[in-house]
């Protein structure tokens, strides 16, 4: 018999797993351009040096967050992350403090420390649990999961952002995985079986209020790819041009999602 998939497990996995990933890429610019992290990103203010701290910030203060325990009813993915938008300057000054005029070997070694120290203390604590996370309470399997969307949007800005090296890597399961999370917060704020919303392979969901579909090609579809999917959730690209790209495809007199996004920026 096939053990039961444990979710709070993979996503713990996947999470470590990228953050090494951003760790490596990182040394490696290090080592072959260090100026490098005096270049600007595609965040408006930031250089490399100040997103390297930003994702210290992410993964560091997973671990004081995880020792407040709260009774409170926790927020959803979707809730949770909707506070972004209101503490964006509080998200900005920390990672400003965090970054101070710190080298960025030191940055990224610091990384490298908080990435083993949540790994292992991640087991110690249940899916379910609810804890007093930075945003409000929430589970720590949903808190996980968000910190791992936080981590895979920052390894392809990284990406973006020096265009004429390698990529950072971004593991299929990890894209996969918060492609599927961004599609269900959008389902949580737009329910609704009007638009078919296609993500190969990693999610076909039914969304947007209106006359439900029930037999044939849906008359609303919206299809794309996880990455293009992941930049339109979080503010990086618009529907606009990733239709007139080519990278989404949007079929339908309801299926502009343009109000609908992003989902957190």
């Known amino acids: ?79 949770y992350v909707l506070q972004y938008r209101s503490s964006a300057a509080a998200i900005a000054e920390s990672t400003l403090a965090v970054a101070a005029d710190r080298p960025a070997s030191e940055l990224i070694d610091q990384l490298a420390d908080a990435r083993v120290a949540v790994r292992e203390a991640l087991p110690r604590y249940r899916a379910a649990d609810v804890i007093d996370a930075a945003r409000g309470p929430i589970t720590v399997g949903d808190w996980v999961a968000t910190r791992l969307a936080d981590v895979v949007v920052h390894a392809d800005d990284l990406a973006r952002s020096i265009p004429d090296r390698d990529p950072v890597p971004i593991a299929p399961g990890a894209l996969r995985r918060v492609a599927r999370l961004c599609a269900h917060m959008l389902s949580e704020r737009a329910p609704g079986r009007a638009v078919e919303l296609r993500v190969p392979p990693a999610v076909a969901i039914q969304i947007v209020e209106g006359l439900t579909h029930t037999r044939g090609t849906p008359p609303n579809v919206v299809e794309t790819d996880p990455l293009t999917w992941l930049r339109l959730a979080t503010g990086r690209v618009t529907f606009a041009e990733s239709a007139a790209d080519g990278t989404l495809r949007a079929s339908g007199s309801r299926a502009d999602l343009s109000a609908l996004l992003p989902l957190f920026s």
Not at 14 to 32: K, P
Not at 54 to 68: A, K, Q
Request: aromatic fraction near 6%; hydrophobic fraction near 50%.
């Open 1 to 79: 018999m096939t053990p039961a998939r444990d979710p709070y497990a993979t996503d713990a996995r996947l999470l470590d797993e990228q953050v090494a990933a951003i760790v490596d890429w990182l040394r490696a610019l290090r080592e072959d351009a260090p100026a490098a992290f005096a270049q600007p990103t595609v965040l408006a203010g930031w250089d490399i040096r100040t997103l390297t701290a930003h994702l210290v910030l992410i993964v560091e203060r997973m671990l004081p967050w995880l020792d407040r325990p709260s009774i409170s009813r926790p927020l959803s993915a979707s809730q």
